[in-house]
């Protein structure tokens, strides 16, 4: 009798599981909690690849700002090397060409200039529009960053209550209220909101980080475009 109990006994500590078991929760929960699992899931697994791709994109942004901002204070003809770099996806060479752009249109083909402080105006204009389209397209995608973390917490959230109706539910069908009946439906429900917490909290802290660069780099744009705005004040004053 007593090794029939310890077999018993054996046989149900290596059946029952002593932790936490992600896919067994999820194979286990109800179809609309799955399909809110998977959703959060996707969704996380495309905030860290925009995660991964804005940082790799924006250091390369940065290093060839920066480069190109160097050479084009030392060079005698800035505009040779505008050309040679504004298809490179350089934001500072593409800022730059669109100052120069409007000096060539407002430039008469004698090399004359009817209006020399209108043509300053329009040529900052031209530039500024260019500094806007640049930070919009570098925050292209943040929005889904931000997105993702205010919504992925209520989804999670809804994964759950949906759960836990599902165990309330099962507690008046088995006429049963016992933790055995109610504990693994909420424990389901419950793993649904974890998913949408690993989420959301990655997508916040990128995303204010990711705005805050932006920002900086957008303002940066701006301070270079007001050198090239300099250095075309003083062409214009010699034509």
Known sequence: MTIDILAALQDATATSPNRLNPL?????????????????????????????????????????????????????????????????????ATVAAAGLAELQRSTAPGGKVADREATRARVALAMEGQVAAEADSLAERLNFLATTGAVAPFVGLFGTVWGIMNSFFQIGQQQNSSLAVVAPGISEALFATAIGLFAAIPSVIAYNRFSHRVNAYEARLQRFADRVSSHIGRELEGI
């Open 24 to 92: 067994r929760l999820f194979l286990d929960a109800d179809i609309v909690v799955q399909v809110v699992m998977v959703g959060l899931i996707l969704a996380s697994v495309w905030t860290w690849a925009i995660i991964v791709s804005f940082s790799l994109r924006m250091g390369k942004v940065t290093r060839g700002s920066k480069a190109f901002e160097r050479d084009f204070l030392k060079a005698q003809h800035p505009e040779t090397l505008v050309e040679g770099r504004k298809h490179q996806e350089t934001p500072s």
